[in-house]
């Protein structure tokens, strides 16, 4: 039974009939193909960029077989699941942005990064308007950044704002108020993290723009 319709498969196929059906739908395929690059070249996201191009991988392949071209069918067999993965990178990334807008970073993933340092009670970690190398987090004890009366706790992070100053100072100064526990990543490797986990990036720009209108309020209240 299956040997007689694969034997009727095998003859229509070589019918006229059957090579026009076969040309018509390899010209819709290579259509297909040609239509989703223009679209991928016209894309303004990197998300559609990748769909598009997977749509185009689709259309190819099927293009390559209809049209018996192997080098078509070999290239989009292998770029399709490059462009999966990278679409699905993407997706995974913005969703992990869009988390850490709405929640509190954690910063124990840093810890391989960083040094721990101790300071007594009244030393100051950094003086205002000094060259920058390096930001902290608090362990234990309690640290005032003096110039805007904020009094930082166990698991806050300070000090990262001259990183993005143009002149690569300190901004303010930070006082121990007791004996403080400290943690310090250099500005190499905070920038680096800073690109490598974009979750990580976008949560330090908000702290950033957060500190600078308390900043900001503060001064028009006359603190």
């Known amino acids: 039974m299956g040997t007689s319709l694969l034997?009727?498969?095998?003859l229509w196929l070589e019918t006229d009939a059957a090579q026009r059906h076969i040309t018509n739908l390899s010209l819709i395929m290579a259509w297909g193909d040609a239509i989703s690059v223009i679209i991928a070249?016209?894309?303004k996201t990197v998300m559609s960029l990748r769909f598009s191009l997977m749509v185009n991988n689709i259309f190819g392949m099927?293009?390559?077989f209809t049209s018996g071209a192997l080098p078509t069918i070999v290239?989009?067999?292998i770029n399709f699941p490059i462009n999966?993965?990278?679409h699905k990178q993407m997706k995974t990334l913005i969703e992990n942005v869009n988390n850490s807008n709405k929640k509190e970073i954690n910063f124990?993933?840093?810890k391989p990064f960083m040094h721990p340092i101790s300071f007594s009670k009244g030393d100051y970690v950094f003086h205002n308007d000094e060259i920058a190398d390096r930001a902290y987090i608090v362990v234990d004890g309690q640290v005032l950044i003096e110039e805007r009366k904020v009094m930082l706790e166990p698991g806050e992070i300070f000090g990262e704002l001259a990183l993005f100053t143009g002149t690569g100072r300190r901004t303010a100064s930070s006082l121990c108020l007791t004996d403080v526990n400290l943690l310090y990543i250099t500005y190499v490797d905070l920038e680096q993290l800073y690109f490598e986990k974009p979750e990580f990036g976008f949560h330090l720009i908000k702290l950033i723009v957060s500190r600078?209108?308390?900043t900001r309020l503060a001064l028009m209240n006359g603190y």
């Open 108 to 110: 124990e993933w840093m």
């Open 41 to 43: 070249t016209y894309s």
């Open 7 to 10: 034997d009727q498969l095998i």
């Open 212 to 214: 600078s209108e308390a």
């Open 75 to 77: 290239k989009h067999v």
């Open 62 to 64: 099927l293009s390559g």
């Open 84 to 86: 999966f993965l990278r």
